[in-house]
């Protein structure tokens, strides 16, 4: 029997019988066994390593299994199946697979709502078990005072995830899995399992984050200095959009002058999903339009789907070999492919970025868009169709990996001068292949629509995960929070048109807006000129304890000073407080310092504080040192900065 403890996590793991159980410093939290399966059931497939080793703090588990016996291995799933001791009062910290799937931490017994079968494969991972919860990646629990994060730290091959059996009793079972997709193991060789990272010392926040570190390491994250910021023509024409439209925006944005760098055309220029080189009605030559762009002082975007193809597209009925199949149903010609999901009247498909006629394709594809239009932003959709399950051109990929070798393929084609930006991706294989990645759902010209899930086009859904997945900003890739929507002819209010103003300001993710440029009014310009510059980053407080986390704490461009968000994404309105003495930099000295009101762009005393703020509405306030000889802030930004600047 192996023990180890590091801080007040400890683990206790024993190689003979399985036996794997983790504490922290008030006692035992889960106790189980390892095990590993496959499908042929051959003799002699054992567990021949299981270390634990410390490692930023937490505990590594290494597993090794190896095939002792005579016949190949199938490998089906390794999994580690515990007993928990989190009862009635905890919370689970639940991680969606993919960009839109839906992320918070939530009472135990309480589900996020299910999904609608045509988009469940969009949305869910579709080889998990539909009868538990589960984490994709990496999860948390928390209970009075106890915490406890694991996640597995490398994704290039296999797609991991926590099965987690509660109710409102508590936690019943977690069972982390590593499932191998039937990955032959020969006679006499070693598979070595992705590591499984621990930690019962830390508060959940701050375990994500130092698991989120590890991760990125691993998988050499990419994480560009600069966030993008631009406009994007989806949230006011969607597929309506033309070539016109696109160049009165542009000539709107440089009369307005706002500092942004991106002009991004979204969906609606080609024919069909999949037939991205065949131009649609409204759009003459695309190298014009991207010329034109450029020769206004803007980088040029375009959105694509590289990997999901439409049933009506020509792609499809050219090559209806070039898809992920369903097991079973090729009976010596072409398989059925697997269902991708359902999109505006169409059935769609994922790609077999396998087969290398799809790969040659991708060249062309990419080639044509960035080589001969000119292209050097891209928006990549739909990415986890090439993650489906399923049959393969090359059998022995695992989907993870089919999912990597067309992202790779991208990566090289494009070169290192293109900006990629992923969405609709899982997240934790696209680590290192993208330089920002979409971490929610669509927003949408409206707060929420009742009776859709959680995953679905809604301002309430890309709150939540801005905010339950700022923990990867700047460590995985940079975030994506989605466009503000400022127009006042959509269905948002006041103040939720500023509190996302507000959030996508104080967490420093990508900030692009997707109104007509026409109908913004000045108000709404304001708003969006507030929220520049953008942060490095902020901080999520509460996540452990809310679905909906109410602060966000970020150092103001310029002199770094303290600024907190305080938002109330309650249906009513309600009266916050704040004490700036909670937050001061220096000794709280009240005589010292002052609070600046970035909302109302005023001078407060620093004193605790009570505001009423509307339904989901927000207040900024930074805690400054009280120098008469400068103001205390800028009423020019969300932020107060750039206070301080040279």
Known sequence: MGELSVAETTI??????????????????????????????????????????????????????????TEAASL???????????????????????????????????????????????????????????????????????????????????????DVVDDADGVHDVTAVCPFEGVSLEPGATLEVPTLWVDASRDLREGLTVLA????????????EEVPTGWCSWYHYFTDVTEADVRENL????????????????????????????IGDGFADMAALEDDIEAAGYRSGLWLAPFYVENGAALYEDHPDWFVTKPGTADGGVGEPVDGGFRAGSQLYGLDTTHPEVQDWLRETFATIVDDWGFSYLKLDFLFAAALPGERYDADATRFEAYRRGLEIVDETVGDDVFVLGCGAPLAPSVGLVDAMRIGPDTDPVWETEGEAASQPALKNAVRNTLTRQFLHRRWWVNDPDCQLVRVTSDLTRAEREAFATLVATTGGVNVFSDRIAEIDPEGRRLLERSLPPVETGVVEGLEGAEFPERVVCERPGDGAPTV??????DAPRTIEFDPSEYAATAPDADSLAVWDDVRGERLPAEPLERELPAHGAAVFAVVEDDESTPVGDESTLTGGPVGTE
């Open 12 to 69: 206790r793991y024993g190689l003979g019988d399985g036996s794997v159980s983790i504490a922290d410093a008030n006692g035992e939290l889960l106790s189980g066994t390892l095990d590993v399966a496959a499908t042929n059931e051959p003799a002699g497939l054992e567990v021949t390593d299981l270390v634990a080793t410390e490692r930023a703090g937490g505990i590594a588990l290494s597993i090794s299994v190896t095939n002792t016996g």
């Open 76 to 162: 089906d799933r390794l999994t580690l199946s515990w007993v928990s001791a989190f009862g009635p009062d905890a919370r689970i910290y639940h991680h969606g697979y993919q960009s839109w799937s839906p992320t918070a931490t939530l009472p135990v017994g309480e589900q996020f709502p299910a999904e609608d079968p045509d988009n469940a494969p969009m949305m869910l991972d579709p080889a998990a078990p539909e009868d538990r919860r589960t984490s994709s990646y990496l999860t948390g629990f928390v209970e009075e005072g106890r915490a406890l994060t694991m996640g597995f730290l490398e994704h290039e091959r296999f797609c991991t995830r926590f």
């Open 213 to 224: 570190d590890l991760v990125g390491e691993e998988m050499d994250a990419r994480v560009p």
């Open 251 to 278: 000539d709107e944005l440089r009369e307005w002058g706002i500092p942004v760098d991106i002009v991004q055309l979204d969906d609606g220029y080609m024919e069909a999903f999949g037939d991205w080189r065949s």
């Open 565 to 570: 968000a305080v938002f109330n994404w309650a």
